[in-house]
């Protein structure tokens, strides 16, 4: 449930991007003008959406989290860990992106070429944990 179509940092700023790709991915999504965005300064992005059907399989996921509008976690890696909730798998490219469907959900999404900045090539599958943020009090 990678992202698409936001606003990137400077090619300048870019540069300064560690180019090793981790083994198991963090974000944070949250609401903003009603759509599911992240930012990620390790990777140069700010505000970047969900859309075409992964925005809608994040609905179904955060409906037990109270409050996910305000910020939830979001684990990904193309390999299973323990603990991930959701498998993602591969069905096609599509505008420069990827579609994957997830059984558990019986849903399709588009991720974004935004992928590529967490994986050197489309991974067959991804698996995703979603937790709730703990409270910044805590």
Request: aromatic share 12%; charged share 25%.
């Amino acid at each position: 449930m990678i992202a698409c179509t936001g606003v990137s940092k400077s090619d300048s700023d870019s540069k300064k991007v560690n180019n090793k790709m981790n083994a198991i991915n963090v974000i944070a999504p949250y609401k903003y003008l009603d759509m599911w965005v992240f930012d990620d300064e390790r990777v140069g992005l700010v505000q970047e959406p969900f859309v075409s059907g992964a925005d809608t399989m994040i609905d179904k996921v955060v409906a037990h989290i109270s409050n996910a509008e305000q910020g939830f976690v979001m684990l990904f890696s193309a390999t299973p860990f323990p603990g991930h909730d959701i498998k993602l798998e591969w069905r096609r490219p599509d505008g420069g992106g990827n579609w994957y469907f997830s059984e558990a959900l019986d849903m399709e999404g588009w991720l974004c070429p935004a992928l590529f900045k967490y994986f050197s090539a489309a991974p067959q599958e991804i698996y995703v944990q979603i937790k709730a943020k703990k409270s910044d009090a805590a």
